[in-house]
């Protein structure tokens, strides 16, 4: 059984950093693309920062240069640090593991962990 579980989220001043983590279980996590979407009430979720299971990362522009996104396979854990803050980084973010396994793709979702950035 696949889980993810976010951590990290909290309160935050413009210009300060957090860091999110996200656990996986399951069997998958070397051969999965791990990414962080966030959703703000109204919004549609959008992709923040995605890294494959070869290392290769990839961001949103309104992040890009500011966030990190990073992956300890011995863990099996994916991590976004979040630098220089702004207060429209505020949102649920939640992790995302895809992967295929024969001829299926299996995408999941861990429960989300709020991020809000005000003063």
């Known amino acids: 059984q696949v889980q993810l579980v976010e951590s990290g989220g909290g309160l935050v001043q413009p210009g300060g950093s957090l860091r999110l983590s996200c656990a996986a279980s399951?069997?998958?996590?070397?051969?999965?693309?791990m990414a962080w979407y966030r959703q703000v009430p109204g919004k549609q979720r959008e992709l923040v920062a995605a890294?494959?299971?070869?290392?290769?990362?990839s961001y949103a522009d309104s992040v890009s240069g500011r966030f990190t996104i990073y992956r300890e396979n011995a863990k099996n854990s994916v991590y976004l640090q979040m630098n220089t803050l702004k207060p429209e980084d505020t949102g649920v973010y939640y992790c995302?593991?895809?992967?295929?396994?024969?001829?299926?793709?299996?995408?999941?979702w861990g429960q989300g962990t709020q991020v809000t950035v005000t003063s």
């Open positions: 890294i494959s299971s070869g290392g290769s990362t």
């Open positions: 399951g069997r998958f996590f070397t051969i999965a693309t």
């Open positions: 995302n593991a895809n992967f295929r396994s024969g001829v299926s793709t299996y995408n999941y």
